[in-house]
């Protein structure tokens, strides 16, 4: 019984933390989008307001246009 419930309690936790990773990935994207709309689409100033290099704006929306 103890294993069985483990295993439940393991897959329980396995879903939590994807669904966590998903809203992760959104909040994420829309903190990014905001900092470029509020710099008019100026993505070295909304990368500088997040402190993050421009690259990884770059990278950041080209891996959501493969997820869409």
């Known amino acids: 019984f103890?294993?069985?419930y483990s295993r439940h309690i393991y897959k329980a936790l396995e879903f939590?933390?994807?669904e966590e990773k998903?809203?992760?990935?959104?909040?994420e994207k829309r903190a990014i989008?905001?900092?470029?709309?509020?710099?008019?689409?100026?993505?070295?100033?909304?990368?500088k307001q997040l402190e993050?290099?421009?690259?990884?704006?770059?990278r950041k929306r080209e891996q959501w246009s493969e997820k869409s």
């Open 16 to 18: 939590q933390c994807q």
């Open 52 to 58: 993050i290099a421009p690259s990884t704006i770059y």
């Open 33 to 47: 989008e905001h900092a470029i709309a509020l710099c008019h689409d100026n993505i070295s100033e909304a990368a």
């Open 22 to 27: 998903r809203r992760l990935w959104r909040v």
């Open 2 to 4: 103890r294993a069985i």
